[in-house]
Nanobody, 131 residues
Framework: QVQLQESGPGLVKPSQTLSLTCTVS??????????WTWIRQPPGKGLEWMGS???????GYSPSLKSHTSISRDNAKNTVYLQMNSLEPEDTAVYYC???????????????????????WGKGTLVTVSS
């Protein structure tokens, strides 16, 4: 059974950089054709796709977040990372790591906020952006 565990700071100051880690167990992040994904949920709002890194290392990002978001991985550690700079209070959210199998339109579904294809989810980690 694949398990995902997010970790990182719970509190970040405005303008600072957020770094989150998603540790994967029970499966490999290089398994074809899985996409390892960061999704966030601000308080009282819906889920928002941030970006993904695919089994082959390619990445895709939400157009609205692309300029200050980066997703990377360490295959040896079976870990996926999220880095987001220039944080604002509006970035306060629960951040989830998730994984889904690409059936041919993965990014289209994510941009349409259709996460039904996500097979695995972490429990999420709350990040508060405040001075």
């Amino acid at each position: 059974q694949v398990q995902l565990q997010e970790s990182g700071p719970g509190l970040v100051k405005p303008s600072q950089t957020l770094s989150l880690t998603c540790t994967v167990s029970g499966g490999s992040i290089t398994t074809s054709y899985y996409y390892w994904t960061w999704i966030r949920q601000p308080p009282g709002k819906g889920l928002e796709w941030m970006g993904s890194i695919a089994y082959d290392g390619s990445t895709g990002y939400s157009p609205s977040l692309k300029s200050h978001t980066s997703i990377s991985r360490d295959n040896a550690k079976n870990t996926v990372y999220l880095q987001m700079n220039s944080l604002e209070p509006e970035d306060t959210a629960v951040y989830y790591c998730a994984a889904g199998y690409d059936s041919g339109n993965f990014y289209g579904l994510c941009q349409g906020r259709d996460y039904s294809g996500m097979d695995y989810w972490g429990k999420g980690t709350l990040v508060t952006v405040s001075s």
